[in-house]
């Protein structure tokens, strides 16, 4: 038997092979984040970091304008990147011995772990409150959970579907859907995967007989939303979020046949020279205030096992989160993003 159609048949042969489907547990009061005094005293000692990061800028912005009203005497020097370009730049500063970031904060952690090795050993104090499905390494934490919705314009769509199913449906065929091209990234990585694994193996040839437009990345996508020249597309809820929020025509809803979420892998790198900053960094961004700020201004979800907060759009009854198995992440990537491009038409 092929090497390839054995994996293959190892990712739909039983439940626990698959990636985990949960809920989250009741919600909770909120723990304060009061850090230790000689934190913060090496901390203001510092006197900053770098952040090295594969977020949108503007969200990130706004996650720095939270910490630094907590603390301002932390400024925190931003350097933005896409995924695979962010990676290579930090290990070819690693072997040059010339790696400033203090903290990588990144959407892909089968990236991040391939460099397990230049992270410092950390835990926030709130470790045992997180997910163990959303760790994949002792070193590396979610700072941020995204989670895909179906999103839509309102003023050209009147009757929206509400499930990954109703995607396949005749009636949005003809250009009515954009979607996320598979090989864009770590998160649509992460759909794709839940797609075949959850929805099942012929839901791409489904999908793809409604003949959706193809997009590079979320952000053009949801900009072609807003102006209508789609009115559908399955997108990360926190690039929808804000746009709704400024009063764009765009709204979103979480499928009722799951949502998949692609958990950060962040962390502080050893050779650091702000480790005391990088380390408050980190465990404010962990800490029920950090993750609250995420929920509350960034529309994301959290891999805190009970949330703080109930996410916005999310009904903890309904909705159940699902997280892909991390070996498959890895060993199923590259022959299934070339049976995705194939369903999908799609030459890179």
Request: hydrophobic residues 40%; charged residues 20%.
């Amino acid at each position: 038997m092929p090497k390839r159609m054995f994996s293959r048949r190892q990712a739909v042969g039983s439940l626990a092979a698959l990636g985990l489907l949960t809920q989250y547990g009741p919600a909770r009061a909120a723990k304060p984040f009061e850090p230790v005094g000689p934190l913060l005293d090496a901390a203001k000692k510092d006197g900053g970091l770098v952040l090295y990061t594969a977020a949108f800028p503007e969200v990130m912005q706004d996650v720095i304008t939270a910490f630094n009203k907590r603390f301002p005497f932390v400024r925190v020097n931003m350097v933005r990147a896409s995924g695979g370009q962010l990676i290579t730049r930090v290990q070819s500063e690693a072997a040059a011995g010339k790696l400033e970031a203090d903290v990588l904060d990144h959407s892909d952690r089968g990236q991040t772990k391939t460099i397990e090795d230049l992270f410092a050993d950390y835990a926030p104090p709130n470790a045992d409150d997180y997910m163990a499905s959303a760790l994949v390494s002792p070193k590396l934490w979610p700072t941020i959970t995204p989670a895909w919705a179906i999103a839509w314009n309102p003023e050209i769509v009147k009757d929206p579907p509400r499930s990954w199913a109703a995607l396949c449906d005749p009636k949005y065929a003809g250009g009515q859907i954009g979607q996320v091209i598979g090989p864009s990234g770590g998160t649509t990585w992460t759909r794709v995967m839940f797609e075949r694994q959850v929805l099942g193996e012929d839901y791409w040839a489904r999908q793809a007989a409604v003949k959706p437009k193809l997009f590079p990345s979320g952000a053009p996508l949801s900009d072609a939303v807003v102006r209508g020249e789609v009115g559908i597309a399955p997108l990360i809820f926190n690039i929808v979020y804000p746009k709704k929020q400024a009063g764009a025509p765009i709204d979103a809803v979480y499928p009722s046949d799951g949502i998949p979420v692609c958990p950060y892998g962040s962390g502080i790198l050893k050779s650091g020279k702000h480790q005391a900053a990088a380390r408050l960094w980190m465990d404010w961004c962990l800490s029920d205030e950090g993750q609250i700020q995420s929920i509350r201004d960034q529309g994301n979800l959290t891999s805190l096992k009970n949330p703080p907060v109930v996410p916005v759009g999310f009904d903890p009854a309904v909705h159940k989160l699902w997280t892909p198995n991390f070996q498959q992440f890895q060993s199923l990537h590259d022959a299934w993003l070339e049976d995705w491009n194939k369903a999908y038409g799609y030459r890179q």
